[in-house]
């Protein structure tokens, strides 16, 4: 017979090593405080830029976790929209997908807010907005009411990964929980992340969307330790590489003992690597504002500066004479004048391969004619 952790007599008092984590803490910290000051040296809009574009990939790995895969335009205009920056021809949104950008942005941008029971009952609230789960109804901004495992494998052959502490227990665990949160124990707010994310995993509260809340949570401690509602790294796009090894250390930590010092080394680990993967993300900000600096005074029109906005930020798909007409909402003969005239100035060239419909693309190599 399996005992998880909170069935032990001491839960819920965690512990850990701290002399095996000072040194990766100290480093984690640095490259912290290196990454969110190369990114507040950017202007204005390239900080914007990096936010929006750290905002969307967080809310999609955070979903590709638990299996479920958002659109990326939807995403991004729904946070675009709620932060307030322009990025032309938005996309309207699901309810499920401004549900979950609703969340991380009330995490994120309101992270000195208290995080209550009433806080936590609208973010799932959100997540949840038809009250199903797939094809199954589920209460929605309420404790779960029914026992909770989390399971895998066929019908019949399920394996039992963790079974979360009985329904009756969890507006107490929850309430130990949230008076422990705010507590100023002067636990480093980074560590405090981790302890927080498995807590309330550990607890399983609600029927469905524990691990996207959790890492809710967890990013809001986060933005604490920074004092800054800017977001310039994801950690739920690192979790999602490392989706495994995420998985196993949360496992055989319901399984072991309340000393998490392991568990809380392979999260500074997976934080050091989520900083590593921001500076890719700046470098492509930085890509992004010298192709439209390059460009934007050659464009004559709102017609192809929305087109070629998406071609910066990566079009899915070719770019015909008849995509730009759809997208630009013009017929094909003013399509074609568009695009004729960015390739004299330079600013597209013909895809290689030509064939019965010609394509285009940016030209990001030779310099632009006037």
Known sequence: MVTYIHQLSDWPNFKWDSSKLTGQLATVRHDQGRLIGRMESLGFPLR???????????????????????DADQVRSSIARRLGI???????????????????IDATQNYDRPLTRERLFGWHAALFPTGYSGLKKIGVGVWRDGPMQVVSGPIGHEWVHFEAPAAERVPNEMHHFLVWFHQNDKLDLVLKAFVAHIWFLTIHPFEDGNGRIARAIADMLLARSEKTSRRFYSLSAQIRLERNDYYNIIEEAQKGTLDITEPLEWFLGCLGRAFASAEITM???LRKSHLWHKYAQLLANERQKKVVN?????????????KWAKIAKCSQDTATRDINDLLAKG????????????????????????
């Not at 914007?48 to 958002?70: M, R």
């Not at 032309?88 to 609703?102: I, K, L």
């Not at 990566?314 to 770019?319: A, P, V």
């Open 86 to 104: 322009d990025i032309g021809g938005a996309t309207s949104a699901d309810r499920n997908v401004d549900g979950v950008v609703e969340m991380m």
């Open 283 to 285: 470098d492509n900000v």
């Open 347 to 370: 600013v597209l060239e013909k895809a290689p391969g030509g064939g019965r419909s010609t394509s285009y693309l940016l030209n990001t190599h030779s310099g632009v004619s006037g």
């Open 310 to 322: 998406l071609l910066i930020n990566g079009l899915d798909g070719k770019l015909t004479s008849t």
């Open 48 to 70: 914007d830029e990096a936010v929006l574009q750290t905002l969307t990939t967080d809310v999609l790995k955070s979903s590709e976790i638990e299996g479920e895969n958002l």
